[in-house]
């Protein structure tokens, strides 16, 4: 990968995501600090990000849920790069296991501003940001004390 | 594919290689890059460009900021084939996001199924100037995107160092650990004449004060992007032509659900791999499938790096060029290129002195092809 740090962005803001019909419910929710996610009506299984049908019974009747935002810390990084237009770096990209589900994964940005003593494994809790300019709420993520199982 | 399947004339050969210059920028483009290759390839096989019928390509740009133009990142069937004044092909196909083990089991299907005599395969790969490398150019995030991109997951390698911090937290290894790859990488480059770290040895200083790219990844553990083009050329043993050095052989194929297949599919045990070439694009993936494959325990593949075990005298000589880490962002070309110098007993200064097979593999944890080459069928 090139160290092109300094390198002038071609736009100022985030990439705003564009939903489908698969999509949708999620990024709704997320405007009111609500974690919803499909789960699928036969198997019981939670997924994310939401798939078009199931992977394991290709089913496409979900019930999306809502769910408590808590989980750990699985995998991390701090990225020197500005990768992401609009995030200024050194941001730090989590990978959160959700309480709900083992391997129910959820890629997003840590915030908090002890995010530089996080370490996999610690519990964090899921918030999303206000709705920016083009009505984007983005999850994040914050370290917190303990999880509630 | 094993030869109990396979009468002996249907056995796949390698039977040319062929590089451009590697350098971190170039004047000359991605296409005169490719053609260098090619022509240096078809040479080597001792063919005429006429006798090619055959083409696999991989043409896509993997960086974050690529701008996917033909002639500009990448270099499609279409252009390289009319630029090389190819007029006789039966069978062209350019696999989008494949990597270059997988030109190779594509140019294998074609020849056995007589679609073609001679494939061609080429990958090159080029650092656009006045652009950001790593930067995520796009307004929108689509698909599946939507999930990653406003996160940083697709860029400057995040998701994999996110998986090595893990696996370091999990392993008890250290970065001085993943140092221990770099040195190892840019060791085995002193050997490759075009690799861009040779003679570049690392301290473990200068690799802990390097910038960090995305922790615990810094500037060494991250190939580094790169200006470049390599080509091969297969046949079938029925088709062989007179050349003067000896081929290397397509002994099996595997993918990455089930990539244990690929010794049975080989025909060969593990204990028959005399070296391996393994992507390393960031330094973490070689433990991880240092222990996927079964030569280590699970979290232990570190260990084994740091026993010398992957020396050139060691049990499993890795990535004999330098690997991506020291020959430079080459995805997998090099890879491949190396072990069919290896096999056919063509790799001069680097030439294992046990080398009849060779096992490739190239890509991700979760999007990857296996190869053994070996210099017999
Ligand atoms: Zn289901």
Not at chain 1, 37 to 50: G, H, T
Not at chain 1, 115 to 142: C, H, K, M, N, W
Request: hydrophobic content about 40%; glycine content about 8%; proline content about 6%.
């Amino acid at each position: 990968m090139a160290s092109d740090a300094n390198h002038a962005h071609n736009f100022g803001h985030r990439p705003r995501p564009v939903a489908t019909d698969s999509t949708r419910p999620f990024w709704t929710a997320a405007l009111a600090n609500d974690l919803s996610l499909p789960r699928c009506a036969k198997c019981d299984v939670i997924y994310y990000p939401p798939p078009p049908r199931c992977p394991r019974c290709l089913g496409d009747r979900f019930d999306w849920i809502s769910l408590s935002r808590r989980g750990r810390i699985a995998g991390m990084t701090t990225v020197h790069l500005a990768t992401i237009p609009g995030v200024e770096p050194p941001f730090t990209m989590v990978e959160i296991e959700l309480v709900e589900q083992k391997g129910l994964i959820l890629t997003t940005l840590l915030t908090s501003e002890k995010s530089a003593q996080a370490s996999v494994g610690d519990p964090v809790i899921l918030e999303f940001t206000e709705p920016d300019p083009r009505g984007v709420a983005y999850p994040q993520a914050r370290a917190t004390a303990e999880v509630q199982p | 594919m094993a030869t109990s399947r396979t009468s002996s004339n249907d056995a796949v050969a390698f039977i040319g290689v062929g590089s451009s210059a590697i350098t971190r920028a170039s004047d000359r483009g991605i296409h005169a890059l490719a053609l260098d290759a090619a022509i240096a390839a078809i040479a080597d096989a001792g063919l005429e460009r006429d006798d090619i019928d055959g083409y696999v390509g991989a043409p896509g740009a993997t960086n974050a900021g690529a701008v996917h133009s033909d002639g500009g990142d990448e270099i499609t069937a279409r252009t390289l084939v009319e630029s090389l004044g190819i007029t006789k092909l039966a069978f062209s196909v350019d696999a989008h996001k494949g990597f270059a083990t997988d030109m190779v089991i594509l140019g294998a299907q074609a020849l056995r199924s007589k679609s073609c005599k001679y494939v061609l395969g080429v990958r090159a790969l080029y650092r656009l100037p006045d652009i950001a490398y790593a930067t995520v150019a796009a307004e929108n995030a689509y698909g599946i995107d939507q999930f990653r991109v406003p996160f940083g997951a697709t860029a400057a390698g995040a998701r994999f160092a996110s998986r090595a911090q893990a696996y370091l937290h999990r392993s008890g290894a250290t970065r001085r650990d993943l140092y221990n790859v770099v040195a190892l990488a840019r060791r085995h480059a002193r050997l490759n004449p075009l690799a861009i770290w040779r003679d570049r040895d690392v301290s473990l200083d200068d690799y802990l004060a390097a910038p960090m790219v995305a922790s615990p990844l810094g500037r060494f553990d991250c190939d580094m992007p790169v200006c470049g083009a390599a080509a091969f050329v297969m046949t079938t043993a029925r088709n062989m032509p007179a050349i003067t050095h000896a081929p290397a052989y397509l002994a099996g194929t595997a993918g990455w659900q089930r990539p244990l297949e690929i010794f049975d599919n080989a025909n060969r045990t593990r204990a028959d791999i005399d070296c391996w070439q393994i992507y390393d694009g960031f330094s973490l993936m070689i433990f991880e499938w240092l222990e996927r494959l079964g030569w280590c325990e699970a979290d232990a593949g570190w260990k084994f790096i740091k026993d010398g075990h992957a020396e050139r005298d060691g049990r499993l000589p890795l990535n004999t060029f330098g690997g991506s880490l020291g020959e430079g962002r080459m995805h997998g070309i090099g890879h491949l290129r190396e072990a069919i110098l290896q096999a056919s007993g063509r790799a001069g200064a680097r030439q294992l002195p046990k080398a009849s097979n060779c096992l490739v593999q190239v890509g991700t944890f979760d999007f990857s092809s296996l190869l053994v080459l070996s210099a017999t069928p």
